[in-house]
């Protein structure tokens, strides 16, 4: 039986292999607008409101099974599933401390959601604390954080259903699993910030897909309706403005920071406890993104913060509420150390700094003097350092992209570090080597850049080679296990990071290089990335794919639409396609300082030269392309890649392959509701870039 089942298997393959694959065609419905003088045709304006439309499920379903038909054949070649889930399958645990618990929040069989443990120390057997089908047997429900009472009696934790940015919140003792009354809908952008015997949280008025707008903080007693919750904070003359809420790990301040996107101000009001009178006032107000504060927690009566102004790439500085403006420096920039990480311990200071790629731990005293250093290898990262303030022993991860983490215990008395478990891996990580690079961008610029790839392949050589880079909103890349590189290195590949401009990585200034009116820059350095790959015979055209999430997408997008002859494969996720129409959904008009308006005349002419969507020629056979998106994706709505899809896939000139691949009940960050779906996405992406750039030749090796 076992072998006429496979047998079978073998002949569907080989069935799907035969079939043509051509890609559906979409209907045209052409709107016209005007825009400073300039007539803009939009085809597929139906596409944002496909609920309304007659053609929308059909051709869904035809895209679907063209996907579906075509990564088959990709990955009967390439297998790259079962590769994956065998480097996938690592035995750690990274227990997060909150209060007097243990929290780990993971994948327990390959099927399920993944749900919420607790244990009484780091070394304990894991209980699970919440449990997603008891919440909805409907929906797919992940946890976007949980955050513990000072007393550590419960655990208020906040969800979403489908993958969507809209979250809700509940709580749970603890000690004893059982969940209270208490159940709050509207959440979105929220932190929980604890106080007595409630929380603060932010809503806003849910429009769907609509401009998000008139966000509220608010106040939660334990035991209460939702109805009965106190407003602490809106804006009623700028609904746009938005807003986080935190308090200290002692209770003792609450702060509140404003963000007008409008005017390009930031205001910090806050709490005091201990005063007399409990209301908000002004800490530090009309603060730009250039000197914008960071507020960490309190030492005693003082506050301690990150600041970047004057400083690009950051200090840590001390503020007296009573005064405010005058700052005490803590620990002060450093030129080439970029600092991105800081926590406060009882008696020191603990940071994390990064130096051309390289991280190091520091710890300093209250008075700023360097106590003890701890130095992590190029190309790889630590992240955790959670718990209370009075832990002398503390978790962090330590990772890279072709390592998974490895938990330590870290005493910050003596500073010795131990593992807490093994990672067990089923492959021997030192094949593979890390190089850091540098190449000049089309202005003279330098831009940095990290090269991974087995240690026997020839660097100069025609190899497959896969190009990624963020670039954007001044984040910082941080080396994070990946097991589909780890295939991709396996097959003979080069994976390549461009620290392009935009992103963080070079401080402040390197942001605000990619940023507005400059945000060509982010673009041109990805070009000049691939362009210095191929000039120093490091790869090919032919062998070169480039791909990149939410912002990386849009750069991916923009590439392959202005170059199209430097690639060969392209896959662009979650990505803003057309950037005309972006600002007037959900988050997008929290973003015009990073990409431009339509409002003005400059910021409209800046988006039509670089946006995807408008820059695809009748002409011109673009790279062949998997675009990914997800159906309930209501940060970068999933009409981005059906338009861009569409355009792509109708015109005579495109012979290579576009394929539209979304992922069902799912949002911004795809699949995350299985073991199995989180392995599926990242095979179907790996597969087709495997196919198109090596096809039958692509072996493990």
């Not at 439309?53 to 063209?66: N, V």
């Not at 990064?354 to 360097?370: A, E, H, L, S």
């Not at 831009?447 to 100069?460: E, Q, R």
């Not at 490091?538 to 997008?557: D, E, F, H, M």
Request: aromatic content about 12%.
């Amino acid at each position: 039986m076992k072998n006429f089942l496979l047998i079978c298997s073998f002949l569907m393959s080989a069935n799907l292999i035969s079939q043509p694959l051509s890609p559906p065609t979409a209907h045209r419905d052409s709107v016209v607008d005007i825009l400073f003088n300039q007539v803009i045709v939009d085809e597929y304006r139906w596409m944002e409101n496909p609920d309304e439309s007659p053609y929308f499920e059909d051709w869904m379903d035809a895209q679907a099974t063209l996907t579906k038909k075509s990564l088959n054949k990709a990955s009967f070649q390439c297998d790259s599933y079962n590769a994956i889930d065998k480097y996938l399958l690592t035995n750690y645990s990274h227990p997060r401390k909150e209060g007097d618990y243990y929290f780990i929040y993971s994948f327990f069989d390959n099927v399920s959601l993944p749900a919420l443990f607790v244990q009484n120390t780091f070394r304990d057997d894991p209980t699970m604390l919440v449990d997603p089908n008891f919440i909805s047997r409907k929906d797919k429900i992940l946890l976007k954080g949980y955050w513990a009472s000072l007393d550590s009696k419960y655990l208020a934790y906040q969800f979403s259903r489908n993958g969507s940015d809209w979250a809700e919140i509940r709580v749970v003792n603890i000690g004893t699993g059982i969940h209270k009354s208490d159940e709050l809908v509207n959440v979105k952008f929220s932190n929980i910030a604890w106080k007595g015997d409630g929380f603060y949280y932010s809503t806003f008025l849910n429009n769907g897909s609509g401009v998000a707008t008139g966000q509220e903080v608010m106040y939660h007693v334990l035991g209460t309706k939702q109805s009965d919750d106190q407003v602490v904070f809106k804006r009623e003359n700028n609904p746009s403005a938005h807003f986080t809420v935190n308090t200290t790990s002692d209770e003792r301040f609450l702060f509140l920071k404003e963000i007008d996107e409008d005017k390009g101000f930031i205001n910090i009001f806050y709490i005091d406890f201990q005063s007399a009178i409990h209301s908000l006032r002004p800490l530090l107000t009309r603060l730009t993104n250039s000197d914008n504060v960071q507020i960490i927690d309190n030492h005693g009566d003082e506050l301690i913060a990150i600041s970047h102004k004057n400083a690009n790439n950051g200090m840590v500085i001390k503020i007296n509420p009573q005064n405010p403006r005058v700052w005490d420096l803590v620990i002060p920039e450093y030129e080439q150390s970029l600092l991105l990480e800081v926590k406060l311990l009882e008696d020191k200071i603990l940071t994390v700094y990064q130096t051309n790629g390289k991280q190091q731990i520091i710890f300093f005293d209250y008075q700023g003097q360097v106590l003890h250093a701890i130095q992590i290898g190029y190309g790889f990262s630590v992240s955790g350092f959670n718990g209370l303030k009075t832990d002398k022993k503390l978790l962090f991860s330590y990772e890279g992209y072709a390592m998974p983490k490895i938990v330590y215990i870290l005493d910050t008395e003596n500073y010795k570090i131990k593992p807490l478990k093994a990672t067990v891996i089923n492959f021997d990580h030192s094949l593979f080597e890390t190089k850091e690079l540098e190449y000049t961008s089309f202005d003279g610029t330098k831009v940095p850049m990290f090269m991974m790839y087995k240690k026997d392949i020839d660097l100069h050589g025609n190899n497959p080679a896969l190009l990624e880079a963020y670039g954007g909103f001044g984040s910082v890349e941080m080396a994070t296990f990946s097991p589909g590189i780890v295939h991709f290195l396996m097959r003979g590949g080069i994976y390549v990071y461009a620290n392009i401009r935009g992103g963080g990585d070079k401080g402040l200034t390197w942001a605000k290089q990619g940023r507005g009116l400059n945000k060509k820059n982010s673009f041109d350095d990805f070009i000049a990335a691939a362009e210095f790959l191929i000039e120093e015979n490091y790869t090919s055209p032919q062998k070169l794919a480039i791909t990149g999430a939410s912002n990386g997408g849009l750069v991916v997008g923009v590439a392959m639409t202005q170059r199209p002859e430097l690639f060969k494969v392209a896959v662009p996720i979650v990505a803003p396609f057309d950037m005309v129409r972006f600002e007037k959904y959900t988050v997008g008009h929290w973003h015009t300082d990073e990409y431009g308006s339509v409002s003005d005349s400059a910021g409209f002419q800046l988006l039509m030269d670089y946006s995807p969507l408008h820059n695809i020629k009748d002409t011109v056979n673009y790279p062949a392309t998997l675009i990914m998106t997800s159906d309930n994706d209501d940060r970068v709505m999933p009409f981005h890649s059906y338009k861009f899809a569409a355009k792509l896939q109708n015109r005579m000139a495109q012979t290579n392959q576009v394929l539209l691949r979304v992922e069902r009940e799912a949002g911004h960050y795809g699949a995350q509701s299985s073991f199995k779906k989180v392995i599926q996405e990242d095979a179907d992406i790996y597969d087709f870039i495997l196919y198109h750039l090596n096809g039958k030749n692509s072996t493990d090796h």
